[in-house]
């Protein structure tokens, strides 16, 4: 037996499957996050789709995984303090592109050097200020971002730069041309900061996953999702983890169209927390022209093009306080189901919600609950005394709101401890919704029952009740999350299709045709391409939303674990890229590797280009895990027409090697 185990580490779970090319998805298992070491999510889950499977550490023969972790860091300002070495840029330069803001007050260094567009030396480097500092020492840097002035046409001063660090402080050093070949110094070194500053982060998991694996007996290489739904290996994941960011959206693309065959559709993949929106071109996702946005970065690093909305299932329903109606509204917070606590913690949830069900008018905080998420042995230190309180009153089970708090010191404290984590409250949720109307069962159908009641009951601006019953406010609900499910499919193909204003989804004609209302003009409005419902909800709520827009709705098997399965399907893509320049008449300069060379004759450029680019790809796709590999290649010529005459101004240059990881034996 030969199995492949794909992992997908998402915001509430990790998600395993394991994989065989003939029969495709053998098992599937679910594991909760650790969000304080996602390997131990990543463990027991492993530990789940073996069992489920029944296979040996020995049939195991590939694993992969998705990750949030380099995503969640930057958004979360985490990460190593590193050092900045700006080579031929000027203090003025950091506040382009976002630059000082992502330094975060960490060291900057300004070095002489640099090259001009065309890859000449505009200034000789100088590292006695580098070196100067390098011996005074650096306390608490892990790492080294290093960015020089246009280092894509001639990367040789970084490359100097970067060996010095490396002989002098033993630290990682991250070029900024080698992850990215676009023009940009500042938003270049932007993205070799974020680099820098996730490498730490990144080793640990890798090796924590190894040794975990290593633990378990199985031998098999470890790969990693890129951000554009390619496999790269842990070795190159630990050198360049900016390339993971948007790795779980790029997989579920990726896992969509394996499992549904489509190579043209609408990938919408709805969560606990968030619905994730992406396109499927040629059976590939969608690419975001401008680099990959993250945590209010605008990188160049090349991965999905993602859109994201707060909504998903466990979404908080909420009452809109600035309307007389109090019309409903849905996230961004994530909330824990009262129908999925109450499976574990039957007695104390039914009981608190029958005490509120008689209180008239019932607690403002009726129907919700606190749950501790602190991690057995978690130190407490810093925790307030408020905090303490709280959680010694919490760390044994649940506790009703109502009589838990009495206070805004308390509020805040328990405020204070979801944001980090700590705790986690329970309410009323689309998922709860759902079981009122008898659309997912798999939870306790009474509890969400009175918890509806009770909400229900709120009052509105005007001083009447929310709605009359639980059911009435569950339709309500459901129909919430439609429209704006509905909405955000419509901006995301709106923006695909290049109409540029924001709102267009929830413009009133829009709404007219997802209404059918029809007068003198009809509306319609459909899309061409199916939409691919994914997640656990997904078969829940897409076929209301697909026949609101008119479309077609694609709900796979198994679209519950489909980044878990596009961790595991994707192939190992590594694409080199050239640049051939004409600094004057007659002279066609090649931009490859250190030194930019000169031909008389473009064809003869080009040639050698194709060759270099194609040993340089096909290397590193074997580095990375690669077997039977596929060579191809691009070339784009840009010209301008001075004079009447035809003049050539550049070429850009590609070769891509792809092919399936290699597998253990």
Known sequence: MSIMIGIDTGGTFTDAVAFDDERGVAAKAKALTTRRDLSLGIGAAIDAVMAEARVAPGDITLVSMSTTLATNAIVEGQGGRICLVMIGFSEADLDKAGLRQAAAGDEVIFLNGGHDAHGAETAPLNTAPLAARLRQGLPGVTGFAVAGHFAVRNPSHEKAVADLIRAEAGMPATCSHELSARLGGPKRALTTVLNARLIGLIQHLIAATETLLAERGIEAPLMVVRGDGALISSTVASEKPIETILSGPAASVVGAAWLTDCKEAIVSDIGGTTTDVAVLRNGRPAIDPEGARVGGWRTMVEAVAMHTVGLGGDSEVRLDESALDRRLTLGPRRVMPVSLLAVDHAALVHEALDRQLTAEPPPDDAGRFAISTLRHGAT?????????????????????????????????????????????????????????????????????????????????????????????????????????????????????????????????????????????????????????????????????????????????????????????????????????????????????????????????????????????????????????IRLSHQREDKTATVEGSLMFMESRLSASASGRPRFAH
């Open 380 to 628: 407490t230190d810093g925790f307030t005394p408020d905090e303490l309180a709280l959680l010694s009153t919490i760390a044994e089970g649940p506790a009703p709101l109502d009589r838990l708090l009495g206070g805004r010191a308390r509020a805040s404290a328990l405020r204070r401890m979801v944001a980090r984590g700590d705790a986690a409250i329970a309410g009323f949720c689309p998922s709860d919704a759902a079981h009122v109307l008898g659309m997912h069962k798999a939870w306790d159908r009474e509890a969400a029952e009175k918890c509806a009641t009770l909400f229900a009951r709120r009052r509105t601006g005007r001083g009447s009740a929310a709605a009359a019953n639980a059911g009435e406010i569950s339709r309500a609900v459901i129909a919430t999350l439609t429209n704006i499910s509905s909405e955000t499919l419509l901006e995301v193909g709106f923006q695909e299709d290049g109409y540029g204003a924001a709102g267009l989804g929830a413009h009133e004609l829009a709404q007219a045709a997802m209404n059918r209302r029809s007068g003198l003009i009809e509306m319609t409005l459909r899309f061409r391409q199916p939409i691919i419902g994914l997640g656990a909800s997904a078969p829940v709520y897409y076929p209301a939303i697909a026949e609101r827009l008119g479309s077609q709705v694609v709900i796979p098997d198994h679209a519950d674990v489909a980044n878990a399965v596009g961790a595991v399907v994707g192939r190992i893509r590594v694409v080199k890229t050239a640049l051939i320049s004409s600094p004057s008449a007659g002279i066609y300069r090649l931009h490859l590797d250190e030194i930019p060379r000169d031909f008389a004759d473009l064809n003869e450029a080009v040639a050698v280009a194709e060759n270099m680019l194609g040993e340089q790809a096909t290397e590193e796709a074997r580095r990375n895990g690669a077997d039977d």
